[in-house]
């Protein structure tokens, strides 16, 4: 149980383009779910906090006009990275938490979209 | 602020065991977990702490120490598979958010042979 499915796994795009990444939790609601981003060789450093059918909360230094969140249902928030310049290619990754079954309130992440921007 | 700290990296022989530290001065902890991550993958739950003490789980074990800030992860009879990044994370609600997660920089376990 508790699984997250991303994609796509990697995408290459010219710069200027907009480039769209799902995260599905296959197998439990996921009313909350989290965006991150991982430069090389550094931590995760999470961008935004997306909740079912509300706005998406962003961390402070990161453009919610750049960085487009929607989480329309329970199993599925995506993320559009808008005008993609190559400072923007880096791994995303999203999490979705668990609040069923008895486990602890724990995220669960989904295994990364490589994002590489020319 | 929000501050987590964790060696860069650590050696260790297969077989052994290794403990890797954590230390964290944040507001609103509301529990400690640790995740390990394989180059180019997304990390992957170990082990969760809220209560001071000891949790095992396996070949892994985590410590936590709220009045300290201190908590380590402790991993026994090393494989070459646990090469890997472990990532120190602390969950908080300050200012009323939503129990995010704050990752420290993550250790870099090389286990040889």
């Known amino acids: 149980g508790a699984v997250v499915s991303q994609h796509p796994s990697r995408v290459i795009c010219k710069s200027g383009t907009s480039v769209k990444i799902e995260c599905r939790s296959l197998?439990?609601?996921?009313?909350?779910m989290f965006w991150y981003r991982q430069f090389p060789k550094q931590s995760l450093m999470l961008m935004a906090t997306s909740n079912e059918g509300s706005k998406a909360t962003y961390e402070q230094g990161v453009e919610k006009d750049k960085f487009l969140i929607n989480h329309a249902s329970l199993t599925l928030s995506t993320l559009t990275v808008t005008s993609a310049h190559p400072e923007d290619s880096s791994f995303y990754i999203c999490?979705?938490?668990?609040?069923?079954?008895?486990?602890?309130?724990?995220?669960?992440f989904g295994p990364g979209t490589r994002l590489t921007v020319l | 602020g929000q501050n987590i700290d964790q060696p860069t990296e650590m050696t260790a022989t297969e077989g052994a065991i290794v403990q890797i530290n954590c230390t964290y001065q944040t507001s609103g902890f509301n529990g400690l977990f640790w995740y390990q991550q394989h180059a180019g993958e997304a990390p992957t739950f170990l082990s969760y702490?809220?209560?001071?003490g000891l949790e095992e789980k396996g070949r892994f074990s985590s410590f936590l120490s709220r009045s300290k800030g201190y908590s380590y992860l402790l991993l026994k009879e090393l494989q070459m598979k646990d090469s890997a990044s472990y990532l120190c994370a602390v969950r908080s609600n300050y200012g009323g958010a939503t129990n995010k997660l704050i990752f420290g920089t993550g250790t870099l376990l090389a286990v040889q042979p």
């Open positions: 197998d439990f609601q996921a009313t909350t």
């Open positions: 999490s979705a938490r668990n609040m069923g079954s008895g486990l602890p309130d724990t995220q669960y």
């Open positions: 702490n809220v209560l001071d």
